[in-house]
């Protein structure tokens, strides 16, 4: 298993964030997206949000790569239908690229397990 943490920002309007974690509610996301992402390698995806800036976590098998994920994303209508809908609520963080939406964070600390 691999796990990985990223960041995106939403518009800070508190409408659009509502309407946002509505498209997020259980049940109301589209299962195509989610067929594509469990065809990814991702085995769970949670997002947590404060204020309008928001983390995911990924949980991936271990063949899971971004290149796969972008691929795959690429290839089918309803997720690139699903991304350009979840853009109406999003901003890129200041120090993303340009075009990038969701950025790979870098893990810095773990915690030490007293042996």
Partial sequence: MQR???MLDLKD???LIAEYERWHAQGNGWPDVRAN???AGIQDLQIYR???RMVMILETDDQFTFEKKRDLDAKS????EWE???WTYQQALPW???GQKWVLMDQI???ERAE
Wanted: overall charge negative; glycine content about 4%.
């Fill in 77 to 80: 209508p309803h997720v690139q």
């Fill in 37 to 39: 992402d469990l065809k």
């Fill in 4 to 6: 990985f943490c990223l």
């Fill in 96 to 98: 993303a690229e340009e």
């Fill in 13 to 15: 309007d508190p409408a």
């Fill in 84 to 86: 350009r809908l979840m």
């Fill in 109 to 111: 600390f773990q915690f």
């Fill in 50 to 52: 404060t204020g309008n």
